[in-house]
């Protein structure tokens, strides 16, 4: 199974959907912005954007998934809301709840696994910075621009759906994937009873760590840095960590430190006292043009072979 959000959760499903036979996906619940942010304000349901990409990722239907994708353009209410937030938004409204209504859409795609949000309920991320400034919601963190040290979930205790606890428990390996850190990956772990549930698996736990660290989020941050803010918000559960050793060109790396973004640097000895194993390998497409982008067919073939040999 896997959690995470953004684009790099729907990345490692699209390279797994169809090489597992059991495959769920965890997705946070936190996102305030854009469509899923509008929707979440006006309707009261949990952000669906950052869900629909993973249904996507999965579907058997894919000219419907080309539908849920499709972005309205024109008009003043409808635009720039994808109409798979909607569809996942009506469904929630019809079904009694998000979960319900993400199910529902699932099987409209005819999805290849399961897909569940990370919480029972839309959670709004708050914010702490290494100044000791706080703020309230994902949306705001980049615009704030400050480092980030730690995040937490409101309100406390929402529960992770009771198919997220029972797919921990009969999974082979859990993979958190590549994302913003504090934004994505942690948040999806947060959901009530998933850190009791992760501390209690005994199979590997993969971190599929940033190629490049992300300004306001991870500037600075080593590889064992992710992994420990990893271990702060829900314990030490992460047992590998997956990361590129490939060279990255003169051209990505000009275009990232613009950003004010650079290389996470891969600190072997500090993982090693940690006890988290590393894993080294070619994880990038060779698309260059798109930037920085884990291949989906590479990783979730990294993420599988450390499955069979830690089992």
């Known amino acids: 199974m896997a959690f995470g959000g953004g684009t790099g959760l729907p990345v490692l499903l699209r390279g797994l ?5 059991d495959l769920t996906a965890v997705v946070t619940v936190a996102d305030d ?33 080309e539908v849920f994708d499709y972005r309205f353009e024109a008009g003043e209410e409808l635009r720039d809301h994808a109409v798979g937030n909607i569809i996942i938004a009506a469904l929630a409204d019809m079904a009694g709840g998000f979960s319900e209504g993400v199910e529902q859409a699932a099987r409209f795609l ?10 029972t309920e839309s959670l709004t991320l708050v914010v702490r910075y290494a100044d000791g400034t706080t703020t309230r919601g994902e949306s705001v963190v980049h615009k704030v621009g400050k480092q ?4 937490d979930v409101e309100p406390e ?10 797919a921990i428990e009969r999974a082979d390996v859990v993979a958190m994937s590549p994302g913003s850190l504090f934004t994505s990956t942690i948040p999806s772990l947060l959901g009530g009873g998933v850190a009791e549930a992760l501390d209690r698996f005994g199979g590997p736990v993969v971190y599929a760590a940033n190629v490049m660290t992300q300004a306001g989020e991870t500037s600075g941050f080593s ?26 060109s003169e051209g990505l790396l000009a275009r990232y430190e613009k950003e004010n973004a650079a290389p996470t640097v891969i600190d072997r000895e ?27 067919m590479k990783l979730s073939a990294e993420v599988r072979r450390l499955a069979l040999v830690r089992l």
């Open 270 to 296: 500090a993982l090693a006292g940690m006890g988290v194993r590393l894993c080294e390998a070619d994880l990038l497409s060779d698309e260059e043009s798109r930037g920085v982008r884990h291949d989906p």
């Open 157 to 166: 205790g929402v529960p992770a759906p009771e198919g997220v606890i029972a």
């Open 110 to 119: 005819r999805i290849k696994g399961r897909v569940y949000p990370a919480a």
């Open 17 to 21: 959907r169809d090489t597992v036979a």
């Open 148 to 151: 980030v040290s730690a995040v």
């Open 33 to 65: 912005g854009g469509s899923s942010g509008r929707l979440r304000h006006e309707l009261g349901v949990a952000p669906p954007g950052d869900v629909r990409n993973c249904l996507v990722a999965l579907a058997g239907r894919k000219r419907l998934a």
């Open 223 to 248: 590889a064992s840095d992710h992994v420990r803010a990893i271990s702060d918000h829900i314990g030490p559960v992460v047992t590998d960590v997956l990361v590129h050793s490939g060279e990255l």
